[in-house]
């Protein structure tokens, strides 16, 4: 199956730089790559998300990359604020007959320093 | 208000007592999906459907049964719940075009 891994863990930025996450995954059949952020004790959130046709998205402040040859995604945050601090999830998504599988990174809590 | 809802928020329950998780939405989607978030591994898919009678399994099945007899309804099923099933699920749904999911808030299940 899909094997999807998330660097970094952990990631501590000031004020108005920009993070980066990076994203990778081992099926050409995934084709559908969505990024999450999840607040403590709430529910993930779709943050911007990239098919596998498309090279770059970018919404305000936040894009995504994807390289389809070489199975990696990025999420780019420009300008960080504190509220951006949260836990980012990537995952890997394959629609087949009997309906969506999905494979998730295991997470990066982003820590925006004021 | 469109959303997905889950029932109970929290449970905690014996080993072997079978107890169901309900999840619900309001907004006709045909996906739905059932996760489980464990700290450091991230959200795991459990099993999946994409309409009425239509499920499968996801990455980590074992232990868990689904129906989904309405549109609207996803229930997960635990038979003989173990101490590993400890966890907070998710459940979520997709409209048939896009591939967005909306969560549900979640449900913390402790198995003691």
């Known amino acids: 199956g899909e094997n999807v891994e998330q660097h970094p863990s952990t990631l501590s930025v000031q004020e108005g730089d920009s993070a980066v996450i990076k994203c990778t995954y081992s099926d050409s059949a995934s084709n559908y790559f969505p990024w999450y952020k999840q607040e403590l004790g709430k529910r993930p959130q779709l943050i911007i998300d990239?098919?596998?046709?498309?090279g770059e998205k970018k919404d305000q402040r936040i894009a995504v990359t994807l390289n389809k040859t070489a199975k990696h995604f990025s999420l780019h945050i420009t300008e960080t604020q504190p509220e951006d601090s949260a836990v980012y999830f990537c995952a890997a998504g394959q629609g087949g007959r009997t309906g969506n599988q999905f494979y998730f990174g295991t997470g990066t809590s982003l820590t925006v320093i004021p | 208000e469109a959303q997905v809802t889950q029932n109970p928020r929290y449970l905690i329950t014996v080993t072997g007592k079978k107890l169901t998780v309900t999840c619900s939405q309001n907004?006709?989607?045909?996906?739905m999906s059932w996760y489980r978030q464990d700290p450091g591994l991230g959200l795991r898919q459990i099993y999946y459907s994409m309409n009425v009678e239509v499920t499968d399994k996801g990455d980590v099945p074992e232990g868990y049964k689904v129906s989904r007899k309405e549109k609207r309804n996803f229930p997960l099923i635990l038979e003989s719940p173990s101490p590993n099933q400890t966890s907070l699920y998710f459940c979520a749904s997709s409209s048939y075009r896009g591939n967005e999911q909306f969560f549900g808030p979640g449900t913390r299940l402790t198995v003691l």
């Open positions: 990239i098919r596998s046709n498309v």
């Open positions: 907004m006709n989607h045909e996906y």
